[in-house]
T-cell receptor, first 117, second 111 residues
Framework: NAGVTQTPKFQVLKTGQSMTLQCAQD?????MSWYRQDPGMGLRLIHY???????DQGEVPNGYNVSRSTTEDFPLRLLSAAPSQTSVYFC????????????????FGPGTRLTVT | GQQVMQIPQYQHVQEGEDFTTYCNSS?????IQWYKQRPGGHPVFLIQ?????EVKKQKRLTFQFGEAKKNSSLHITATQTTDVGTYFC???????????FGTGTRLKVLA
């Protein structure tokens, strides 16, 4: 298994440009999430999905769109890039299993480092 | 909005000393997870706590979940240089799948 893969690893955009960050997992996980990580602020949830066709907003959804047409893929779209979106973006996937309770341990991809100038 | 605060932000210890990081939520959590992130890497899952007052151990690491399910701690006994990294807690909001991450504690171990 490749686990969670993200492309690209690095990206530089100009203000106003749009792009899609790709995320794929081959573990048949139900749940997928996008986080952004900024220095001193931990990881903040952008959007998440609990299954194909179902998405919901996280803490910081403005400026980002997602869709989940398949179990494997969960792309993140930046509609009109702004310098405030300069960050490291992590995709994560997890699954539901029962072992004395619900477990949703998250598997993270390697991240995409995005710079908006 | 919901917040998960983590203290301290940074901790430098001599190798062999103990280390503790604390996580406090403004709301009750369904469960709490702990992750470790090495410099330049991605977060790696360590453990999940679900029950009120739960304590779990992994070798030199001890994890606790508070009775009110609003706070948690990670204690490392006799730190080693391999423990270097940033430790995050992540609390799951009740009735949702949303995980809110703490701000993290960056641990540096001096040999």
């Amino acid at each position: 298994n490749a686990g969670v893969t993200q492309t690209p690893k690095f990206q530089v955009l100009k203000t106003g440009q749009s792009m899609t960050l790709q995320c794929a997992q081959d573990m048949n996980h139900e749940y997928m999430s996008w986080y952004r990580q900024d220095p001193g602020m931990g990881l903040r949830l952008i959007h998440y999905s609990v299954g194909a066709g179902i998405t919901d907003q996280g803490e910081v959804p403005n400026g980002y769109n997602v869709s989940r047409s398949t179990t494997e893929d969960f792309p993140l779209r930046l509609l009109s890039a702004a310098p405030s979106q300069t960050s490291v973006y992590f995709c994560a996937s997890s699954y539901s299993r029962t072992s004395g309770g619900s477990s949703y341990e998250q598997y993270f991809g390697p991240g995409t480092r995005l710079t908006v100038t | 909005g919901q917040q998960v605060m983590q203290i301290p932000q940074y901790q430098h210890v001599q190798e062999g000393e103990d280390f503790t990081t604390y996580c406090n939520s403004s709301t009750t959590l369904s469960n709490i997870q702990w992750y470790k992130q090495r410099p330049g890497g991605h977060p790696v899952f360590l453990i999940q706590l679900v029950k009120s007052g739960e304590v779990k151990k992994q070798k030199r690491l001890t994890f606790q979940f508070g009775e009110a399910k609003k706070n948690s701690s990670l204690h490392i006994t006799a730190t080693q240089t391999t423990d270097v990294g940033t430790y995050f807690c992540a609390g799951r909001l009740e009735g949702t799948y949303k995980y809110i991450f703490g701000t993290g504690t960056r641990l540096k171990v001096l040999a």
